[in-house]
């Protein structure tokens, strides 16, 4: 039987495959050989400092529009509350509903029309 062995990164056909391809890409040790580069941290400084507050202002954002969402559900109760309070409003002021109402104190309504009364000019 054949030992089994390792295949080393020169034996792989000549291929590298798409991880080793990103790392070197994104590799740090060439910027990073000769220490940290300060005349890149103002910038960096200021894309961290455009990152952090796009962020907050996604979060408050979002807070936001549920808040709005909640409140116009909100809304919708109290306009339907309010039409319905409307509605029996407009029934119980009725003349018919107040006269019905009023007849177990023991008021009737009256018949006859209200007297204009006049005033001379003058006369006062």
Known sequence: MAKNTYKIGSELSGKESLFSWIQQILSLDKILEEGIPVKYIPQI???????????????????????????????????????????????????????????ELGLVENKMPPNKIIVKEGEY
Not at 65 to 85: C, G, H, M, N, P
Not at 94 to 103: D, G
């Open 45 to 103: 400084l200021f894309v961290t400092f455009l990152t952090i507050f796009y962020i907050g202002n996604n979060h408050y954002a979002e807070k936001t529009i549920r808040k709005i969402e909640k409140l116009e559900i909100e809304v919708e109760e109290y306009r339907a509350d309010y039409t319905s309070l409307k509605a029996d409003y407009m029934f119980a002021s009725k003349q018919s509903e107040v006269a019905r109402k009023v007849k």
